[in-house]
């Protein structure tokens, strides 16, 4: 079997001398790696891949690290392998990789199959799994690479505590029919599964065409208070009304505010969202091809 392209991110929390490291070691052979040297160039090498033809191209990083690789690959011919190598890696988790668990994502590359997914786009930058405005936003922006390093999924959590003693403005979801949605938090889900293993977005699938988006209309303890209470029902649901928030399914929306907002993309910050602006969520126009275990 040729050696399969194995994009490498050094910044992701193991991708140093450790497990993974470790494993590759081991199935050496298997690869032939590829170290970009920052998240563009990450891009640039996928983009360059798919246009000679390559088949497969495995990525190591986490979530965010996946994303920059679906902007290259997104459209194309060529499938992404999962090498689950960052700190939470949900969408490793939502194809039934897991975690750190490189023995399956090798299965997926030589047993597995292939599945198309969604891909969406916050004013033309894509994400493959979640995206968040406001607090859970704010806790990403707080969370330092040092802090990852040092305390690997807790350090979100710790910063999710600063993050909701701050006061948060209230934002706008406007949809293309001209209903709006108004509270001070918005997470969107491109899978059922947020932050790690949990399972928030209950119905939610990334092979629909759909973009669940749920906006919590009370403070920053309110969200967290639902978001642990999903635990308990397997996710919050579209079809249950309540005070505390709004569960909707879109196709496309526009994001307002009449205060600065942070926003985050697959757990990375990705800027933010000034007052006055619209910010666009779109589905971007070519599916990705993702290689995945039999059992999905």
């Avoid at 090498?83 to 399956?104: K, L, Y």
């Avoid at 786009?121 to 922006?141: C, K, L, S, T, Y």
């Avoid at 505590?161 to 938090?185: F, I, N, W, Y």
Wanted: net charge positive; charged share 20%.
């Amino acid at each position: 079997m040729k050696p399969i392209p194995l994009l490498v991110n050094a910044a992701a929390r193991i991708s140093k001398k450790g497990a993974f490291h470790a494993w590759l070691d081991n199935n050496h052979k298997a690869f032939r790696i590829i170290r970009p040297g920052s998240p563009e160039e990450m891009s640039d090498y996928c983009s360059r891949l798919a246009r000679e033809g390559t088949p497969l191209v495995a990525v190591a990083g986490g979530d965010g690290t996946l994303a920059r690789a679906a902007q290259g690959l997104a459209g194309t011919a060529t499938e992404l392998a999962v090498m689950p190598s960052g700190t939470m890696n949900v969408f490793a988790r939502e194809i039934g990789i897991g975690s750190h668990n490189f023995d399956a994502a090798l299965a997926a590359i030589r047993q597995g199959e292939t599945r198309e997914i969604d891909i969406f786009e916050i004013n033309g930058a894509p994400f493959i799994q979640m995206a968040g405005f406001g607090p859970d936003a704010r806790a990403v922006q707080l969370t330092t690479p040092h802090t990852k390093r040092k305390w690997g999924p807790l350090a979100y959590g710790f910063s999710g505590l600063k993050a909701c003693m701050e006061h948060h403005p209230e934002l706008t979801l406007r949809l293309p029919d001209g209903s709006a949605c108004r509270g001070h938090a918005i997470l969107l889900g491109n899978g059922s599964l947020y932050g790690g293993s949990m399972k928030l977005f209950r119905h939610a699938t990334n092979s629909d065409g759909i973009l669940d988006a749920i906006v919590f209309h009370s403070d920053s303890a309110s969200m967290v208070y639902q978001i642990v209470k999903s635990l308990l029902f397997r996710g919050l649901h579209p079809d249950r009304h309540c005070a505390e928030y709004t569960y909707l399914r879109i196709e496309s929306a526009s994001i307002e505010s009449a205060a600065p907002v942070p926003y985050e993309m697959d757990g990375d910050y990705s800027g933010t969202h000034e007052s006055g602006q619209s910010t666009r969520i779109t589905r971007a126009p070519g599916s990705l091809k993702v290689r995945v275990l039999n059992r999905l």
